[in-house]
């Protein structure tokens, strides 16, 4: 297997707990709106869909963590998550995790790494 992988943002972009950047996912030719923040100085990314009701999570476009800077969080039903590892810790939804993406951080910029299958 080989990775696509494509460009979200610049690194400098994502600020450690603040706004993230919102991008689509192609999942089995069909886009999915997902997005990537920056906690702990490593980047994470997730499809913008909570665990619990399948709806966008962002309160306003970008804002994802709550008011601390330490949690990723539902705006429609207040699902608190680990932005390292988006499982749920507090909310109606509590130990379901969101979707993880597999992201690489490398020479200032952010990237989307997606497996492919090459035809035999």
């Given at each position: 297997m080989a990775a696509d992988q494509h460009l979200i943002?610049?690194?400098?972009?994502l600020v450690d707990g603040g706004d993230g950047i919102r991008f689509e996912f192609g999942d089995g030719g069909q886009a999915s709106p997902a997005f990537v923040v920056r906690y702990g100085g490593r980047v994470y990314a997730y499809?913008?869909?909570?665990?619990?009701?399948?709806?966008?999570?962002?309160?306003?476009?970008?804002?994802f963590f709550d008011m601390s800077g330490h949690?990723?969080?539902?705006?429609?039903?207040?699902?608190?998550?680990?932005?390292?590892?988006?499982?749920?810790?507090?909310?109606?939804?509590?130990g379901a995790s969101l979707h993880a993406l597999a992201v690489e951080e490398r020479g200032g910029y952010v990237y989307l790494v997606q497996e492919k299958t090459s035809a035999v």
């Open positions: 943002c610049a690194s400098a972009a499809l913008n869909r909570c665990a619990h009701v399948p709806v966008e999570m962002d309160w306003m476009e970008g804002k949690m990723l969080i539902c705006a429609v039903h207040g699902a608190h998550y680990d932005p390292r590892n988006g499982r749920c810790l507090m909310g109606p939804c509590k």
